[in-house]
């Protein structure tokens, strides 16, 4: 049987290390071209197993591509994995990160993560009536009673959000607390998430369809030479979802899982932190109330108005924010740049 959607999908994958663990998922993941995106030195070699079709960027390479725009992206963070949304060719995405195993489901039968994200994008959402049997287009699932038949035909599906067994994604103070606690619950669930619901992207197991949306899935300023780290995904998705409210455009949560194997050092993680801890009660009303303006009708149009609000708001809780919102728009500008082509193509 032939992998669901072969040529429209890249795999992009964030990392410092040799990639081994590629030999698990290889079942599921060979038949696709994989985007790696190095951090840290570039003179370092990193060993990918044989048989897969890659193309690998390193620092050098971001430099070489983007020129002085290669700013935009983030350095010694998770977050460089943006730049491989930005140089694919391809109509879907889905990233994960390289502590990331197959997981099993209750039956114990190996969980194919990629296949399941590939059924939530290409399903509708119902991000504007909530179904209380969750996703009603999975099998042995439907609309149910006093749902509106005027909103069954639902939105498109612009994100697909994957979660993690075993080492949960806690911020450090809750890894300070319970050091010892693992997700062990497997919910056969995949839901929308509401409209004008904002909620805390992670990008590790993570599916998006790179034309209605990719624009917008920019990880922001982290790490090296920033203040702040462990925020990119989270940042990203509140952009996200406040533009696919804004756009018509739905989220999905829950299936697949995967297992995520090593957790993080809590204390290192606070220091990347502790800003963000204290920033995001400003950052999340922010949010909750941005309203874009009506003739933003693609996704740079939104974010760029989007860059706007934040400098001038979120620029007064601290001058990084001015900071950020400059990059999201040479962000911008470095995905047209690149993407030329999509853009004329698309009346972007």
């Known amino acids: 049987m032939a992998a669901p959607l072969k040529d429209e999908l890249d795999i992009v994958i964030p990392t ?23 951090d840290g030195d570039p003179s370092k070699t990193i060993k990918v197993p044989e048989g897969f079709d890659y193309e690998l960027y390193n620092r050098n390479d971001i430099n ?8 935009c992206i983030s350095f010694k963070d998770s977050a460089c994995r943006c730049f491989g949304y930005m140089v694919s060719k391809k109509k879907y995405i889905y990233t994960i990160d390289d502590d990331c195993f197959v997981a099993k489901d209750p039956t114990g039968k190996d969980i194919d993560a990629l296949s399941q994200h590939i059924k939530n994008l290409l ?32 939105l498109p599906t612009a994100v697909s959000h994957g979660l993690w067994l075993n080492i949960p994604d806690y911020d450090a103070p809750t890894q300070l607390v319970k050091p010892k606690e693992r997700n062990e619950r497997y919910v056969n669930a995949v839901m929308t998430i509401p409209k004008g619901t904002l909620f805390p992207m992670c990008g590790m197991n993570l599916a998006f369809d790179r034309d209605l949306i990719g624009p917008a899935m920019y990880f922001g ?10 925020y990119d995904d989270m940042w990203a998705g ?11 455009l739905g989220v ?49 149009k939104c974010y760029v108005a989007l860059s706007k609000e934040v400098k001038d708001k979120l620029g007064k ?32």
């Open 16 to 38: 410092i290390r040799n990639l081994d663990f590629l030999e698990m998922w290889r079942p599921f993941f060979q038949p696709y071209h994989l985007i790696i995106v190095q």
């Open 64 to 71: 070489r591509i983007l020129g002085p725009r290669a700013s």
């Open 123 to 154: 399903c509708p959402s119902t991000p504007l009536f909530f179904n209380t049997l969750y996703d009603p287009y999975a099998e042995g699932a439907d609309f149910v009673r006093g749902y509106p038949f005027s909103l069954r035909e639902g």
């Open 221 to 230: 300023l982290m790490g090296d030479g920033q203040p702040i780290g462990r």
């Open 238 to 248: 509140w952009c996200v979802k406040v533009i696919c409210d804004h756009l018509g």
């Open 252 to 300: 999905k949560t829950g299936l697949p899982y995967i297992w995520h194997s090593k957790a993080s050092n809590p204390f290192v993680n606070l220091k990347k932190e502790y800003k963000g801890i204290f920033w995001q009660e400003d950052i999340i009303p922010f949010f909750q109330a941005v309203v874009l303006p009506k003739d933003c009708d693609t996704v740079q």
């Open 317 to 348: 809780v601290d001058p990084y924010f001015t900071k950020l919102g400059d990059a999201m728009v040479t962000w911008i500008e470095a995905w047209d740049m690149l993407n030329s082509g999509e853009a004329a193509a698309n009346g972007k």
